[in-house]
């Protein structure tokens, strides 16, 4: 709550902030005409957000936030498409640690991949495509086994 109540008061008269979960928020900067815009208003947003503590009962607490930003029109050209896009570059801002991520259109084609491959091992769990196969480890010094591994190879047609 206090959060969002940083994340209101930061915000422009004209910007829009909603709460979508837990830990997640989105803010509609309709002023922000390019990059140089998204980046000094999101930067002064998190700087007014998290710099201070949060205090809960006798502990304060730090935040770190993470941003995906995606631009009108380059980034889509209706609201879905730009909450989507900006949700990949979320992703991908968490994942690498940035800060905030401008979304591009190689992480679409990666989460794409990455939904196609996930679909391919889930039709070849169903297929029996997957064959597993022991392999001894050995101490070179004793030529004594020491323990087994478990290898599983996708046979993939």
Request: charged share 25%; with cysteine.
């Amino acid at each position: 709550m206090e959060f969002a109540q940083r994340l209101i008061d930061s915000a422009k008269s004209d910007d829009h902030a909603a709460r979508l979960g837990a830990d997640r928020f989105v803010v509609v900067l309709p002023e922000a005409r390019n990059e140089h815009d998204a980046i000094s208003t999101t930067h002064q947003i998190i700087v007014q957000c998290v710099t201070q503590p949060f205090q809960l009962a006798d502990t304060e607490l730090h935040i770190a936030a993470r941003v995906g930003i995606a631009l009108y029109p380059n980034d889509g050209a209706d609201t879905d498409t730009l909450f989507r896009n900006a949700e990949a570059a979320l992703k991908e801002a968490k994942s690498s640690g940035e800060r905030y991520l401008f979304y591009t259109r190689v992480m679409t084609e990666r989460a794409s991949e990455k939904l196609a491959l996930e679909s391919r091992l889930r039709r070849a769990t169903e297929n029996h495509e997957f064959a597993l196969h022991y392999q001894a480890k050995v101490d070179a010094m004793t030529r004594n086994v020491t323990g087994v591994e478990a290898l599983i190879r996708w046979i993939d047609p």
